[in-house]
């Protein structure tokens, strides 16, 4: 069965620092994986996506993650924080057999101190 | 503008008295779904449609009911609510046979059942 896993509850980062937000998945095949974001009284916004090719995608707001596939792992990744990304972050894993089932993380919440 | 609109935003209601969720997409998406979001468990399916007229539940469907009779809009029913629904709804969109791309969400719909 399908699964996603955000090991973090919470994520706690100086501003200027870089941040990693870490994801790994369970799959049967091979995997989209995504990353959203929400923001405070917001839908959940994309970010980045994995299908194919390079293993370091980059994103929206200069979010960049790295897939790796012996670890099954898809970690977020910013080099220097800014107080704004603060926010509520989701890893999503969606099979390519099954365009019907989207699984999401439970969710990392992502606080920037200035 | 491309977008996704849930209402109401808001919703408190007592139990066993029936509501509906409306849910409208603008962007001709064939796939649309429905999620409820609660602390510590991420976003969950309820339902989703791959296209109008084909419904299906998703993990969580119990106590709901959504059917597609046009292909912007994916109502959200509750027949008879109940406490254990108080949560943060989001309905979400994309392209069916693009599985690569993803999903577009509404600001959702926060809804609490006493």
């Known amino acids: 069965a399908q699964s996603v896993a955000q090991p973090e509850d919470q994520v706690n980062v100086a501003e200027g620092n870089p941040l990693t937000v870490k994801c790994t998945y369970s799959?049967?095949?091979?995997?989209?994986l995504f990353w959203y974001v929400q923001y405070p009284n917001r839908g959940l916004q994309f970010l980045l996506k994995?299908?194919?090719?390079?293993?370091l995608v980059k994103g929206s707001y200069g979010f960049e993650a790295e897939f790796n596939k012996s670890q099954t792992s898809f970690h977020l990744k910013k080099p220097s924080a800014l107080v704004s990304d603060s926010a509520l972050y989701f890893c999503?894993?969606?099979?390519?057999?099954?365009?019907?089932?989207?699984?999401f993380g439970s969710g990392t919440r992502l606080s920037i101190r200035p | 503008e491309a977008q996704v609109t849930q209402n109401p935003r808001y919703l408190i209601t007592v139990t066993g008295k029936k509501l509906t969720v409306t849910c409208s997409q603008n962007?001709?998406?064939?796939?649309m779904s429905w999620y409820r979001q609660d602390p510590g468990l991420g976003l969950r399916q309820i339902y989703y449609?791959?296209?109008?007229?084909?419904?299906d539940k998703g993990d969580v469907p119990e106590g709901y009911k959504a059917s597609r009779k046009e292909k912007r809009n994916f109502p959200l029913i509750l027949e008879s609510p109940s406490p254990n629904q108080t949560s943060l709804y989001f309905c979400?969109?994309?392209?069916?046979?693009?599985?690569?791309?993803?999903?577009?969400f509404g600001n959702g719909t926060r809804l609490t059942v006493t």
């Open positions: 962007m001709n998406h064939e796939y």
């Open positions: 979400a969109s994309s392209f069916r046979d693009r599985v690569d791309s993803p999903l577009h």
């Open positions: 999503a894993v969606r099979e390519k057999s099954s365009a019907s089932k989207i699984i």
């Open positions: 449609s791959m296209n109008v007229e084909v419904t």
């Open positions: 994995y299908i194919t090719g390079d293993n």
């Open positions: 799959v049967s095949g091979n995997p989209y």
